[in-house]
C-alpha cells in the first residue's frame, strides 16, 4: 500500500511543472523584419516565423535593461508567445521580447600614407 502511494505522489510531483508553465510558446532567431504590428524571425534552422506584436507586449534589451529601446533588424531575440484566441488559430502573440544588440562590426580605418 505505502508503494503505491509513494509512486502515485512521485507521479503527481513530476507531472506538476509541466501545468505551471502554462501555453507560452518560445521563439528564439534573429529578427529578418520588424515594424509596429509584428515581427518576422529566422530561427537557427532556417526557419521563418511571423510572431504579432501589441501595445502590452513588454521589450527587454538585455544589454541595457532600464532603457526603453525596441529591437532592431539583426538582433538577436528570445520571444515568449501566446497562441491566438481562435480555437486552431496558428497566430502567435508576443507577451515578452527579450533582446540584445547585434555586435557591430567598425569599419575598417583607411590606412595613412607615410611621406
Not at 52 to 65: A, F, G, I, Q, W
Not at 72 to 91: P, S
Request: hydrophobic share 40%.
Amino acid at each position: 500500500m505505502w508503494l503505491r502511494l509513494i509512486v502515485t505522489l512521485t507521479c503527481l510531483f513530476i507531472s506538476a511543472p509541466s501545468f505551471a508553465h502554462g501555453t507560452d510558446q518560445h521563439v528564439l532567431g534573429t529578427i529578418m523584419a520588424i515594424n509596429a504590428t509584428h515581427i518576422e524571425i529566422k530561427t537557427p534552422k532556417g526557419q521563418s516565423v511571423d510572431v504579432r506584436v501589441n501595445k502590452k507586449t513588454l521589450y527587454k534589451d538585455e544589454s541595457n535593461p532600464k532603457g526603453a529601446n525596441v529591437p532592431e533588424v539583426g538582433d538577436r531575440v528570445i520571444i515568449k508567445a501566446t497562441k491566438g484566441d481562435k480555437k486552431g488559430d496558428k497566430v502567435l502573440l508576443a507577451t515578452e521580447i527579450h533582446f540584445s544588440a547585434a555586435k557591430r562590426v567598425p569599419l575598417p580605418m583607411q590606412p595613412v600614407p607615410v611621406q
